[in-house]
């Protein structure tokens, strides 16, 4: 068990541009969740995944984002035409079942120039 | 959906025990109570969860008001490394056990 990964650690891209976000979640778990974070402020829900299922959609995600599963294992969060206002920590998170409890990844923290 | 209160920030001393409330007065029968932290640069990490008795683990223990409209986080001996902001939150069936984050305590741990 290597935890929850996510690649890159930092990302820095000019505005205007797609970023992608990749997450490998704990193997065995089958939820996978996807949060934002900006400075001071608790995480943000985005959106998550049962398997390859997408249950959820926060408002907070915005048509320039999407994000998929295919095959139930690794995630990818992928944002289009970023703006100044997307720069945040992204983090993902995955769970055996939906009432367990969370593993984190470190996050990936986009910088919007 | 149920809310949780907490303070903004609490200091603590090495060594000596630190007490983190968190108020939940409108929660109902089948919301659990669950923290978490987040240290410095690094994703929320689960501390311990509990429903309606007192829970003790190797991290923290949980201290539930018999009325459960109140919970205690309690870190025994705080060190240096304990210094993290602290998440309060009620999951329950309605949204899926979502975990949804509000600002948290802040704790710093003085040498």
């Known amino acids: 068990d290597t935890g929850v990964s996510q690649d890159p650690r930092h990302k820095i891209t000019k505005r205007g541009q797609n970023v992608t976000f990749r997450c490998d979640p704990i193997?065995?778990?089958?939820?996978l969740y996807w949060y934002r974070q900006t400075l001071g402020q608790g995480p943000e829900f985005l959106t998550y995944f049962q398997n390859e299922a997408q249950l959820e959609k926060s408002r907070l995600l915005s048509d320039r984002f999407s994000a998929e599963r295919p095959k139930g294992s690794f995630s990818t969060l992928e944002i289009q035409r970023t703006e100044q206002g997307d720069s945040a920590m992204y983090l993902c998170?995955?769970?055996?079942?939906?009432?367990?409890?969370?593993?984190f990844g470190s996050g990936t923290r986009l910088t919007v120039v | 959906d149920a809310k949780t209160t907490q303070p903004n920030s609490m200091e603590s001393n090495e060594e000596e025990p630190v007490h983190l409330p968190c108020n939940h007065s409108?929660?109902?029968?089948?919301?659990?109570i669950h923290w978490y932290r987040q240290l410095p640069s690094q994703g929320p990490e689960y501390v311990i969860h509990?429903?309606?008795s007192n829970v003790n683990n190797r991290m923290a223990s949980l201290a539930i008001a018999e009325d459960r409209k109140s919970s205690t986080l309690i870190l025994h001996r705080a060190t240096l490394r304990d210094a993290a902001v602290y998440y309060c939150?009620?999951?329950?069936?309605?949204?899926?056990?979502?975990?949804?984050f509000g600002a948290g305590t802040t704790v710093t741990v003085r040498a």
């Open positions: 939150i009620l999951r329950f069936p309605s949204n899926d056990y979502k975990l949804s």
């Open positions: 998170a995955s769970s055996l079942s939906q009432d367990r409890a969370y593993t």
């Open positions: 509990g429903l309606t």
């Open positions: 193997s065995e778990h089958n939820r």
């Open positions: 409108t929660i109902s029968g089948t919301d659990y």
